[in-house]
């Protein structure tokens, strides 16, 4: 499995911002799917994560209401709607998926992920 991110850029505090992520390989074979984001000097974080069928998520705490992740399966893409977003959020962004179906939740921690994708640089100014 082959992830690509795009869709970062430098964003008004406030505005709005689009991240996708394009999978290719075994796609069918992508269970759950995430986005991380590292910061300078800080470790990789959850942002948030969505089940195969859509229809569970979760996300940390500071982007709750302002941020939705979605995927649409026939495209083999992820998304990450960023609406309002705060200077704090600045960060590296990263997109991951597993091939392992979780049991009740999709997972928060970057071991719950076997693949990564490289990574876009979204800079929110004030």
């Known amino acids: 499995v082959q992830l690509q991110a795009s869709g970062g850029g430098l964003v008004q505090a406030g505005g709005s911002l689009r991240l996708s992520c394009a999978a290719s390989g075994r796609t069918f074979s992508i269970s759950d799917m995430a986005w991380f984001r590292q910061a300078p000097g800080k470790e990789r974080e959850f942002v948030a994560c969505i089940r195969r069928g859509g229809n569970s998520t979760r996300y940390e705490d500071s982007v709750k209401g302002r941020f939705t992740i979605s995927r649409d399966n026939a495209e083999s893409t992820l998304y990450l709607q960023m609406n309002s977003p705060k200077p704090e959020d600045t960060a590296v962004y990263y997109c991951?998926?597993?091939?392992?179906?979780?049991?009740?939740?999709?997972?928060?921690?970057?071991?719950?992920?076997?693949?990564w994708g490289q990574g876009t640089l979204v800079t929110v100014s004030s």
């Open positions: 991951a998926a597993s091939l392992y179906a979780s049991l009740y939740y999709c997972g928060v921690r970057t071991q719950d992920y076997a693949y």
